[in-house]
């Protein structure tokens, strides 16, 4: 390979990466869900390129070529990864949580809260769908309402009030 030929090789690719760096470390993340590994395997896939480059290689469309060497290197990647029995890791000292109980009851407690905010009056139901469902601050609810902070507040806390006598009626 002549210096001009490598130069004119070293510009395809730097204008390669310039320009599809980004799209490729994005795809590698999703396939991987890791950065780290994503972002060496675009490197990988660079130094492939130029690999091939070096030896002659000629590239008709580099992103299909990118994209072709990336996939087949994340091809490799699942095909290297050892899946880990839970025997083995409990062995090992692994104790399995059951953290997803307490999510489960929210999301239950969330959902029964919503039907019952339909019990409410309707000048309270507004406030409490506006303050809990849709995640809107006090200012936000004003100036949507065109009443004070303070009113949106008193009528926040007593629905809030009036949700909970009715969520616990004892």
Known sequence: ????QETEQKAILT???NNFEKGLNSHAFLKVN??????????DTFAKTWSYLVKGGKIDVMKAFLYHILNNLIVDEYRKRKTASLDVMMEKGFEPANA????????L???SALVLIQRLPEKYQRVMRMRYVQDLSLKE??????ET?????????????KLKLLYNPA
């Open 149 to 161: 902070k303070n009113a949106m507040a008193v009528q926040a806390h007593r629905g809030l009030e």
């Open 34 to 43: 890791n950065h780290e590994t994503g972002e060496d395997m675009v490197q």
């Open 1 to 4: 390979m002549t210096p001009d």
């Open 109 to 111: 407690d969330g959902k």
């Open 100 to 107: 997803d109980s307490g999510r489960v009851l929210n999301l």
């Open 15 to 17: 204008a390669a990466h």
């Open 141 to 146: 609810m004003s100036l949507i309402t065109g």
